[in-house]
């Protein structure tokens, strides 16, 4: 692909294919073909216009009052690689506020997918940060420092992981 959807190389790093979410019980590559179908159905619904606007604005909660405005290409960092998706945006006509309509496998201002967030935390749980720092790169080639990971578990609830969509 010659437009900004398609995947990159980046800085250091091996070249990858495309984004995961992590799903308890699933070997490394059947993680990996989850969320290359997580992905792809994404994108497959955003060119054919089939992806749904949401019921009411963040900010007003108005409802049926958004209409969509735009997109934007965003980078996602996931067990299977690094991914440009196009992230499509709303606009309330109520409030005027603008905000992106994310899929469930990306969260906001974050670059790393959920499902290295859960692989990272759920690894950082059974050992050490340092040690599921190592597993991302061992078994993913994802290059996370272990502050990260350390980060994560201080910000990000345990349950909000644990909820969201496995899709």
Not at 155 to 164: D, E, V
């Amino acid at each position: 692909m010659g437009s900004p959807l398609g995947t990159k190389e980046t800085r250091g790093f091996p070249p990858f294919s495309k984004p995961i979410l992590i799903i308890s019980g699933l070997l490394p590559a059947d993680k990996r073909n989850h969320i290359k179908k997580l992905i792809e159905k994404y994108l497959e619904d955003f060119s054919r216009g089939r992806l749904k606007k949401p019921e009411k604005c963040e900010l007003c909660r108005r409802k049926q009052c958004l209409n969509w405005h735009g997109f934007y290409s965003r980078q996602v960092i996931s067990l299977a690689g690094t991914e440009y998706i196009p992230i499509r945006r709303v606009l309330c006509k109520e409030c005027g506020k603008t905000f992106a309509v994310l899929p469930g496998f990306i969260l906001k201002r974050r670059r790393y997918g959920i499902d290295v967030m859960r692989f990272a935390l759920e690894g950082a749980e059974r050992t050490t940060c340092e040690k599921a720092a190592g597993e991302l790169v061992h078994i993913y080639g994802l290059f996370i420092d272990s502050l990260t990971i350390w980060l994560w578990k201080k910000k990000i609830p345990k349950l909000f992981l644990q909820a969201a969509p496995q899709m």
